[in-house]
């Protein structure tokens, strides 16, 4: 059974900084891209930053850009989320989310994605 496990998230202030982690098991991860992916209330889920198996190749959305910073241990089946300079915006639920394939592209679709965590709740204030 794949599982992905997020933890990090929290209540902040506006320019803090918070770093989200996600563990995953019951897959062979290194054969899987990563993304976050995010959720505000009454708002459709969007995407964050995504980064393919082998941590070479990483793609943002523009609102996060020089703010967050993906990155993977392969080792540890884990893909970690730094979050800096946070604003009232970035509130929301990030959820992980796995895709299948040792692509050297990085997928930024919902659908294209086959696993997701529960979520973790990340709060701004200002």
């Known amino acids: 059974q794949v599982k992905l496990v997020e933890s990090g998230g929290g209540l902040v202030q506006a320019g803090d900084s918070l770093r989200l982690s996600c563990t995953a098991s019951?897959?062979?991860?290194?054969?899987?891209?990563m993304g976050w992916f995010r959720q505000a209330p009454e708002k459709e889920r969007e995407f964050v930053v995504a980064?393919?198996?082998?941590?070479?190749?990483?793609a943002y959305a523009d609102s996060v850009k020089g703010r967050f910073t993906i990155s993977r241990d392969n080792a540890k089946n884990t893909v970690y989320l730094q979050m800096n300079s946070l604003k009232p915006e970035d509130t929301a639920v990030y959820y992980c989310a796995a895709t299948r394939g040792q692509l050297t592209v990085v997928r930024t679709g919902t659908p294209q994605y086959n696993y997701w965590g529960q979520g973790t709740q990340v709060t701004v204030t200002s």
């Open positions: 980064i393919n198996w082998s941590g070479r190749s990483t």
């Open positions: 019951g897959l062979a991860f290194s054969n899987y891209g």
